[in-house]
């Protein structure tokens, strides 16, 4: 049946919403057409993340059965030309080892190499102003660090995050006129990346860049970051290489 549609639940968390996107193409590999809205916050992302079978809008604006994803709630709904993915909720439909497994046990599908299913077009005139900004020299050795998590407004600060070398440190804070994707340029440059655990890491993976430090999404007060986790749970979704400071393991905390 043609025009049959997919309404995606999936409002916040830029990296749910990235790691998703092999979900979305399994879905209109069914021959469906995809509405997903995203907060305001994230109403860029069409820009930088573009599938003709894909359509990001706002959430408030009017979209085939609003009234269904107002609910917001847990039930599967399909039709002949209609499919309901309440996707932020996987985790509360199905068991699974994490929030982001959980979104694809729910789709009954494996999240392996996810970040193939999709490309970020790049704004190379916005990354260009990002590094003039911070009067990067080509060929300067530098820190990127990133303490912040979770979707703006309600942001948290890891504070216990600290490079140890001596090169310049640039501090990943939006500037009110930059968006993340804008900072590639600058990630594929840095010598080495400190993160919390966070969008920014599904983007670092989609990069394939490597010399990067993942953090725990607290707030680091009292943490000891002196020794990396090897069993952390998400490691295969990212990079083997990587060092994770984290006690979240696949056997649960503590390590």
């Keep these: 049946m043609e025009n049959k549609i997919c309404l995606i639940n999936q409002a916040a968390g830029l990296g749910d919403i990235i790691l998703c996107q092999k979900i979305a193409n399994h ?18 992302i069409s820009e930088y993340i573009q ?3 894909v359509t990001f809008c706002s959430v408030n604006d009017n979209f085939i059965e609003k009234e269904i994803y107002l609910k917001n709630g847990t039930e599967f709904i399909q039709t002949d030309d ?19 497994y959980a979104k694809y046990d729910y789709c009954q599908l494996t999240p392996d190499n996810w970040q193939n299913h999709f490309e970020i077009k790049r704004n190379y005139s916005r990354e260009e102003k990002l590094l003039n900004h911070f009067n990067i020299i080509p060929g300067e050795k530098y820190n990127v660090l990133n303490k912040t998590f979770a979707t703006p407004p309600d942001t948290i600060t890891n ?25 590639m340029g600058i990630l594929e440059g840095a010598e080495e990346i400190h993160t919390v655990d966070t969008s920014l890491t599904l983007i670092l993976t989609k990069l394939n ?10 707030n680091g007060i009292g943490a000891d970051y002196s020794k990396p986790n090897p069993d952390y749970i998400h490691k295969s979704l990212f990079c083997d290489d990587w060092k994770y400071y984290t006690s979240l393991t696949k056997n649960g905390f503590g390590f």
Excluded: C
């Excluded at 209609?82 to 982001?100: E, G, H, V």
């Design 27 to 44: 879905i209109v590999d069914l021959g469906y057409k995809v509405i997903w809205p995203v907060v305001d916050q994230y109403n860029y």
């Design 51 to 53: 599938n003709p079978n």
């Design 82 to 100: 209609f499919l309901y993915l309440p996707l932020n909720n996987a985790d509360r439909i199905i068991n699974s080892k994490s929030m982001l």
């Design 159 to 183: 504070t216990s995050i600290h490079p140890k070398n001596d090169y310049r440190t640039i501090n990943m804070e939006l500037l009110g006129w930059d968006r993340i994707f804008d900072w």
């Design 209 to 218: 860049v490597k010399n990067v430090h993942i953090y725990e999404r607290t």
